[in-house]
Structures are given as C-alpha cells and as structure tokens.
C-alpha cells in the first residue's frame, strides 16, 4: 500500500533552518508529482510547494526564495528545505502524491510532522 512518512519537524528560532523529508512507498516514485502542504491551528491546509516527476518546481508566494523542494529518485523521498522560518510557517507539514487522474479517489498523506517557529 501507499505510505508517505515525513520527518524532520521541531521546534526553531526565526531565522532557522529545517529540512524535511518524506519517504515514499507503495507506488512508483520517479512517475509521480509530489507536493508539500501545511495546515495552521484554525486555517485551510495550504500548498506550499510541488515537484513533477521530471523535477520542475513550483511554490507558493510566502515561501518562494526560502523554501527549496527537491526529491531523490533513487531512495524515493521527497524534501522540503526550509530557510529563513518565519513565525507565520509554524504549522503541520504534509506530504502529499495527488491523484494521477481527475476524479481519481486516491489522494494521499503523510502522518504529518509539526514545525514551530519562535518568535
């Protein structure tokens, strides 16, 4: 079966660095976008950051030019660097492979992992 199991999270001060990973198994990798997302306490889980298969890259406004997705074919994770954390970053990070198809039910998520930023 599908699984997406991120790591990585913890608690850092403005200005710090994380780097996430999400280990990914149970389908075909290199064929797959994939994609980071975060949710805040009270607010829509929101797209941050995606990779095609063939490892273009697109970002949200907040974070582009501080965050860096990138993924590694070969031990099938995904990466999400994290630069310059700002408080408004703190929130529950997702990995996610979207469906392949429109209509597709099958939408999957990591567990999850928390990054906190102090102030």
């Known amino acids: 079966q599908v699984q997406l199991v991120e790591s990585g999270g913890g608690l850092v001060q403005s200005g710090g660095s994380l780097r996430l990973s999400c280990a990914a198994s149970?389908?075909?990798?290199?064929?797959?976008?994939m994609n980071w997302y975060r949710q805040a306490p009270g607010k829509e889980r929101e797209l941050v950051a995606s990779?095609?298969?063939?490892?273009?890259?697109n970002y949200a406004d907040s974070v582009k030019g501080r965050f860096t997705i990138s993924r590694d074919n070969d031990v099938k994770t995904v990466y999400l660097q994290m630069n310059s954390l700002k408080p408004e970053d703190t929130a529950m990070y997702y990995c996610n492979r979207p469906p392949l198809m429109l209509g597709s039910p099958f939408n999957y998520w990591g567990q999850g992992t928390q990054v906190t930023v102090s102030s």
């Open positions: 990779i095609s298969s063939t490892g273009s890259t």
């Open positions: 149970g389908f075909t990798f290199s064929h797959a976008a």
